[in-house]
């Protein structure tokens, strides 16, 4: 039998209270194996905590695919942007609406929660060392 995730179990345990309405959400929660409570809340349309943003989110989701598009942009250009110039241009948008600053770690979390984007350490490059060494024989 294909395991079931639980929140499948909870949509057809909804399903179930809709079809016959002397069903008791207790009942209900007992036979599917849900917590009542959560059977409760989302009979009375409250959405999942993974449905719904962040209580700490600055900027609203137009802004962060703008930021997006903008590096995606940058990018194409070969300007690589730094994570200072990503927070850079979220306190621009958020200084429009007098809104305050992102914190120190946004930018970080930011560039993670977007599948698009991802980092890279930049070294600086030693021409002289590079002139001498095997390029065959790579070293740490």
Not at 75 to 83: Q, V
Not at 94 to 113: C, M, Q, S, T
């Amino acid at each position: 039998m294909p395991s079931t995730s639980k929140e499948d179990i909870i949509v057809l345990a909804l399903k179930a209270l809709k079809r016959d309405a002397t069903l008791k959400v207790n009942t209900t929660a007992k036979i599917y194996g849900v917590n009542r409570m959560t059977l409760t809340r989302r009979r009375d349309g409250k959405p999942t905590r993974c449905d719904t943003p962040a209580n700490s989110r600055k900027l609203t989701d137009l802004e962060e695919r703008t930021i997006v598009q903008y590096i995606i942009e940058l990018y194409t250009r070969t300007f690589h942007p730094r994570l200072c110039y990503v927070e850079d241009m979220a306190n621009r948008l958020l200084r429009e609406r007098d809104a305050p600053p992102v914190g120190i770690r946004w930018a970080h979390n930011f560039v993670k929660r977007q599948p698009e984007l991802r980092t890279r350490f930049t070294r600086k490059y030693d021409y002289q060392r590079a002139k001498c060494e095997d390029p065959k024989v790579i070293r740490e």
